[in-house]
């Protein structure tokens, strides 16, 4: 079973950008479904993107979609998340997760089966 890292997070100005990182461990990263969700203080856990094994499928929160921008390099065993335009809303801790099951590209974070430790996107005004 893989572990994941995440990385890039920080404080970044509202219009600003940012690139987050998970890198994982272990030679079967491609065979995971990578997503990336958040949680922000007070707030459950929520959906923010998905990508399929390959790179060919991926899917986005309502609430980012056309600002972020999920990639993944099977070659580095790593996910990234491109985040442009953020605003003050998308502050939370980012993490990313993996699920093994073959067939399944779901929003549902409850499919996911390894997690990392999450990293800190503070966007300010």
């Known amino acids: 079973q893989v572990q994941l890292v995440e990385s890039g997070g920080g404080l970044v100005q509202a219009g600003g950008s940012l690139r987050l990182s998970c890198a994982a461990s272990g030679r079967t990263f491609s065979s995971y479904t990578m997503g990336w969700f958040r949680q922000a203080p007070g707030k459950e856990r929520e959906f923010v993107s998905v990508?399929?094994?390959?790179?060919?499928?991926?899917r986005y929160a309502d609430s980012v979609k056309g600002r972020f921008t999920i990639a993944r390099d099977n070659a580095k065993n790593t996910v990234y998340l491109q985040m442009n335009t953020l605003k003050p809303e998308d502050t939370a801790v980012y993490y990313c997760?993996?699920?093994?099951?073959?067939?399944?590209?779901?929003?549902?974070?409850?499919?996911?089966?390894?997690w990392g430790q999450g990293t800190l996107v503070t966007v300010s005004l």
């Open positions: 997760a993996a699920d093994r099951d073959i067939l399944r590209v779901t929003t549902d974070y409850r499919y996911f089966e390894v």
């Open positions: 990508i399929s094994r390959n790179g060919g499928v991926t």
